[in-house]
């Protein structure tokens, strides 16, 4: 089984570090063949947020807070038991760990900017707003017999 695919690029040039990354295999739940329910094929990764000196600082202190009800300790915990091959778990698990941080960890959006609506438009709408109600004034059914 060689190495890992990696390294799991979170943003730029950050990436997750293989030594802080922590692994456990056991038995995936469901249906599956004679080999499946006794191979460990999912996988659960763990990942020391709260020690770690991979992510700068100001990243860290967002993830932190942004994870805040997902940690346990500190930690990150990722499951993925999709695949029938363990490795191929392992894959999708150390993406979606990355992908995790990488949103977690993001800055905020830019906050919007409010905008005073042109005078014309406002014109224009209040203006079919009138021949709109005229329509309407003009079906009346008074002069109906």
């Known amino acids: ?3 890992m695919s990696g390294p799991y ?3 730029g040039s ?3 570090p293989e030594a802080e990354l922590q692994w456990r295999f056991s038995r995936s739940s469901g249906p599956g063949g004679q080999h499946v329910n006794t191979s460990d094929s999912q996988v659960e990764l763990r990942f ?3 020690r770690t000196e991979a992510l700068p600082e100001v990243w860290k202190e967002r993830a932190l807070a942004k994870l805040a009800g997902r940690l ?3 930690v990150v915990v990722v499951r993925a038991s ?3 091959s363990q490795w191929r778990n392992r894959e ?3 993406v979606r760990l990355a992908s995790l941080l990488a949103e977690a960890s993001a800055p905020p959006p830019r906050p919007r900017r409010a905008t005073k609506i042109p005078r014309g438009i406002n ?3 209040l203006r079919q707003k009138k021949q709109r109600a005229e329509t309407k004034r003009g079906r009346t059914g008074k002069d109906w017999t």
């Open 123 to 125: 014109e224009r709408r």
């Open 92 to 94: 999708t698990a150390a």
């Open 14 to 16: 950050v990436s997750l």
């Open 9 to 11: 690029v979170i943003r």
């Open 1 to 3: 089984m060689g190495g």
């Open 82 to 84: 999709e695949h029938r």
């Open 48 to 50: 020391d947020l709260a």
């Open 72 to 74: 346990v300790g500190g």
